[in-house]
């Protein structure tokens, strides 16, 4: 259960009752507020200031919205064309192709929502004035779907628990092919894969999921990768990828996302899943009682305001060519609950990539309509920043519904209309937005990955790709030539990688290069070149930067031993050995390092000590911490007994609780701290089962560890309101965690739970540490 961020980690409890967020994560965290907090009188003063939420037309939405200076609003599209948006993307006519969620939260208890009401809308601009005036229906009765992706001649369609692979024909789909049988396996509709993202190394990448897919002819490969994220996924120039929680600004990769998870039994991958934006303050423009916890201390401020993001989704860098330079590279985030979009501005140095918001108590956008739920952002053909604005009034999934928040909803009627939708973009003001047309033509698409619109340069490189016409290849080998553009050079690089032209005499070359942009993207490609006829002259190169104490490549060539292993295993060893003399303290050569030891971790410890019998360098500490891990994690063969015993509480755990807490209960980075040996899970049943009936905030000891911000964010909500779950269906899973693993302790019963509620059946605030621990 887990408590805190987006899916954030909690004591002990499973992630069964963690829970962190919701589909766009509404209303599960936060912290830090005014804490004496207003008083009554100005509390009622405050909620009949908004005690009418009417539908407001989309024209006249716009003015209540509050934007950037110099910049404006304009709507793309609105109902009736589409409904309960909360993906999208173009294709090369300009078309958005949209996924509707309409079955999503029909009411407080979710009644309905299994029905196969979804769809995949195609929106057309036929007069081109930039408003969308048609749609038609490109796939119907679906259920929750929830990504899709434009690939060769058709689309990814993720729909839970699949993904399918449409061809399309004049606009129809055809050749139905299931890709993934298990795609978003596990999980609720605020847990599960998201995204499909076609990243700048030609694969595809999920928030909420460690698969990556790939289509090779009519195979489908699908890869093990680092799990990243919540609610949407982006990446920048250089391929790097960022996501969120729904507690979280910003997370991401130091390192292109091919890279470094290898290893299963490596828990944490330094320079993956890091902190972008520490700094999780909004700054809404109208009171946000609406969210999960809005009656916990701290997290509204003394105007009712939300102070900390409780819903950060569907994420974007910019790199358009409409914003002024200053925007260049910035991330803006979505934040639904608060009714806003933030703006961060990122910088780098050297390995490390940090960030801060842009404002000082204020947002990009932000608006005074409540049903505004902005939650995904993206750039589009034309430059502009598009907003997919999903318009309804629930957006807190059932599963974690508080009481307070079902009383806000009643109030202020919020659970109707549900055929709403908006597709808005923000553009700067005085500024007219285009975009280009995209040929057939091999040689003319090559010319527009010099574009200065990044959307631009990444759809010609997916069309080239995907229509895998070799006459484009001298152009494309003609700007590998040109290291004044590295991003162009980068495009054609990861182009002709995926169209299988690329040969090794196309990277040494750029390995030799000054700029760091382009050795960065020559030893990342080098995963997909280094072959048994040309690896010779790639080792000596990259040995030569370790010779010449090149830093910024070290854990790039950690990394890369994991491909000249199979090639060369004593050369892969060697430079192994050789980082480890040079870097035995740099986290990142380290973690690069043993990525590439799945099954030889103790072997090479035993080599490592040998090496430097100091225990306290940070190569053998964090080799030996996955050693440790593994070996708590090895007693996993009670599963199937177990799910026998209790299966009402093992189905919950894969739905609630493993997306957090992972399979092996040992937590998850940014979400869940462990259950797995965890004294909540095995300890004083009185204790533990109040965090799942009714939540847990703030810092929590696990194991003897101290989980607080910023490690971890939010808090665990409880499921005891959750009328879906019987007192019986809590004991099970509590008895099921409790044996699970290394774990041992008495079974809880229905009783036990009925008996703490009787307890505490007057309490809707959740719990923190200190009060559970003078419980008897």
């Known amino acids: 259960m887990s408590s805190y961020g987006p899916f954030t980690k909690i004591p002990t409890i499973s992630a069964c009752i963690f829970i962190a967020a919701s589909l766009f994560l509404p209303g599960c965290k936060n912290k830090s507020a005014d804490k004496n907090g207003p008083d009554s009188s100005a509390i009622r003063n405050i909620k009949n200031s908004i005690a009418e939420t009417p539908v407001i037309p989309a024209d006249v939405a716009i003015t209540k919205m509050q934007v950037e200076d110099g910049f404006m609003v304009k709507l793309v599209a609105s109902e009736p064309l589409i409904a309960a948006p909360v993906a999208l993307t173009f294709d090369e006519k300009g078309r958005i192709w949209v996924v509707e969620m309409m079955d999503y939260m029909p009411d407080t208890v979710g009644a309905g929502e299994d029905l196969p009401t979804g769809k995949i809308m195609i929106l057309s601009d036929r007069n081109k004035d930039g408003i969308m005036d048609s749609s038609q229906v490109f796939l119907d009765s679906l259920v929750l779907p929830r990504a899709i992706c434009l690939i060769e001649d058709g689309i990814l369609v993720a729909e839970p628990p699949k993904l399918w692979y449409y061809q399309i024909k004049n606009d129809k789909p055809v050749n139905k092919t299931l890709v993934d049988s298990a795609y978003a396996e596990g999980g609720n509709v605020e847990h599960q894969p998201n995204g499909l993202f076609r990243a700048l190394d030609n694969w595809i990448y999920n928030a909420k999921s460690a698969k990556r897919y790939k289509k090779e002819g009519s195979r489908w490969l699908i890869e093990r990768t680092h799990f990243r994220g919540q609610w949407g996924i982006t990446q920048d120039d250089q391929g790097r990828l960022y996501y969120n929680t729904n507690s979280e600004n910003l997370l991401g990769d130091y390192f292109p996302p091919g890279l470094g998870a290898e290893n299963e039994h490596q828990r944490n991958v330094a320079g993956f899943v890091e902190k972008i934006v520490s700094d999780n303050r909004v700054y809404p423009v109208r009171p946000t009682p609406g969210v999960n916890r809005g009656y916990m201390k701290g997290v509204l401020d003394d105007s009712l305001r939300l102070v900390e993001f409780t819903a950060a989704c569907g994420p974007v860098i910019y790199n358009g060519n409409l914003f002024d330079k200053p925007y260049d590279g910035n991330a803006f985030v979505a934040e ?8 961060d501005i990122l910088t780098g140095q050297g390995t490390i990539i940090s960030g801060k918001e842009a404002y000082a108590k204020k947002e990009f956008l932000a608006s005074e309509d409540e049903r505004f739920r902005p939650v995904n952002l993206h750039v589009g053909p034309d430059g502009a920043l598009y907003i997919a604005d999903m318009y309804r009034g629930i957006i807190q999934h059932k599963t974690y519904l508080t009481p307070y928040l079902k009383n806000e909803i009643k109030e202020r009627d919020l659970s109707k209309p549900l055929n709403c939708g908006r597709i808005y973009k923000v553009i700067p003001i005085n500024k007219t937005a285009s975009a280009p047309s995209f040929s057939s033509n091999p040689i003319e698409l090559v010319k527009l990955l010099q574009h200065p619109n990044g959307w631009v340069r990444s759809k010609a490189q997916q069309l080239l790709v995907d229509a895998k016409d070799k006459k484009g290849i001298p152009a494309l080998q003609q700007l590998l030539k040109d290291t004044g ?108 390092i043993i990525s590439n030891l799945y099954n030889e971790e103790d072997i090479f410890y035993k080599e490592a000590l040998a090496i430097n019998p100091d225990t306290s360098i940070l190569f053998n500490k964090r080799l030996k911490k996955v050693i440790t891990d593994l070996t708590k994690a090895k007693n996993s063969s009670n599963f199937k007994k177990l799910a026998q015993e209790y299966p009402k509480g093992a189905a919950i755990f894969q739905s609630v609780c493993q997306t957090c807490h992972g399979t092996d209960g040992n937590g998850t980075t940014a979400l869940a701290p462990p259950l797995n040996t965890s004294d909540w899970v095995q300890g004083n049943k009185n204790r533990l089962i109040p965090i799942v009936l009714y939540g847990l905030t703030g810092p929590v000891k696990v194991a003897g560890k101290l989980y607080k911000s910023p490690e971890i964010n939010g808090d665990m909500p409880g499921i005891g309101a959750n009328k879906e779950y019987t ?31 009787k307890r505490f059946k007057d309490r809707q605030k959740t719990f923190t540490m200190e009060e559970l621990q003078t419980l008897k």
């Not at 019986?728 to 009783?751: G, H």
């Open 336 to 343: 639904p609950s608060a009714n806003l979009i933030k703006r």
């Open 727 to 757: 007192d019986e269906d809590i004991a099970q899973v509590l008895s099921f965690i409790r044996n699970s693993w290394n774990n041992k302790a008495e079974k809880i019963n229905a009783a036990d739970i009925s008996n703490v509620r």
């Open 485 to 592: 553009a590295s991003i162009p050079l980068s495009h054609a690089l990861w182009t002709l990688e995926g169209l299988n032209a690329l040969q090794g005499s196309d990277v040494l070359p750029l390995l030799q290069q000054h700029d760091w942009s382009i050795r960065m993207q020559a030893l990342s490609v080098l995963t997909s070149v280094m072959n048994k006829n040309n690896y010779r002259p790639f080792i000596k190169e990259l040995t030569a930067m370790i010779d010449h104490n090149d830093t910024l490549a070290a854990p790039y060539i950690a990394f890369l031993t994991h491909t000249i292993q199979p090639l060369d295993p004593a050369a892969a060893h060697d430079i192994q050995i050789q980082l480890i003399r040079k870097y035995p303290d740099n986290i990142y050569v380290s973690d690069a």
